[in-house]
């Protein structure tokens, strides 16, 4: 494991006790690095920004993410990190637009983590069993993982120029390559 993973990953440990949130950050971490590798860039600091995104949501959820740039900063995360974290949340929140790849990915991976994950708990056979054309059926059905913000999951693919489809099986294959 590499020094900035081990910790990121001991930041998390810190902040997170809720193992289902901590798994949605590894979710999230997991895709992140699997989009960095497809496109070239810096899989370690791509998924420690996916690692880290949700940091301060279980102790300060009203402030989320604000209350992570100090943590951050601290720990020595350098300023386009830590706005990529910033924009993931509503622009009523933090009004940091996503200016990179990094930040637009990062918005585009975090809600359907969270709807892929919850199907593949209903699902017989979980993750392995999971197709595209489920999960966006899926999505359509309110009351299931209402939580989930359609919207986002919509826009956030439209941000990184993929289909839906397309987007979801990305984040099926990293899902189930983490083993998470
Ligand atoms: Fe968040
Ligand atoms: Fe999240």
């Known amino acids: 494991m590499s020094e900035l993973r081990e910790k990121s990953a001991k930041l998390l440990e810190k902040y997170i006790e809720n193992v289902n949130l901590r798994n949605h950050c590894y979710?999230?971490?997991?895709?992140?690095?699997?989009y960095a590798e497809k496109s070239g860039e810096d899989t370690e600091r791509w998924g420690t920004a996916g690692m880290l995104h949700d940091l301060d949501w279980e102790k300060f959820p009203d402030t989320h993410p604000n209350t992570a740039v100090p943590i951050l900063e601290e720990a020595g995360f350098d300023m386009a990190f830590i706005d990529a974290i910033l924009g993931?949340?509503?622009?009523?929140?933090?009004?940091?637009?996503?200016?990179?790849?990094?930040?637009?990915?990062?918005?585009?991976?975090?809600?359907?983590?969270?709807l892929v994950h919850?199907?593949?708990?209903?699902?017989?056979?979980?993750?392995?069993?999971l197709e595209p054309k489920g999960v966006i059926k899926k999505m359509k059905d309110k009351a299931f993982a209402r939580n989930v913000n359609r919207d986002d999951i919509?826009?956030?693919?439209?941000?990184?120029?993929l289909e839906l489809d397309e987007h979801v099986q990305?984040?099926?294959?990293?899902?189930k390559k983490a083993k998470i």
């Open 27 to 34: 979710h999230v971490e997991a895709c992140m690095k699997f």
């Open 88 to 114: 993931h949340a509503y622009p009523e929140r933090t009004n940091v637009p996503r200016e990179t790849q990094m930040a637009k990915y990062l918005f585009a991976c975090d809600e359907i983590t969270g």
């Open 118 to 129: 919850a199907y593949s708990l209903m699902k017989e056979g979980g993750l392995d069993n």
């Open 154 to 161: 919509r826009k956030g693919a439209e941000e990184i120029g």
């Open 170 to 175: 990305n984040v099926i294959n990293a899902m």
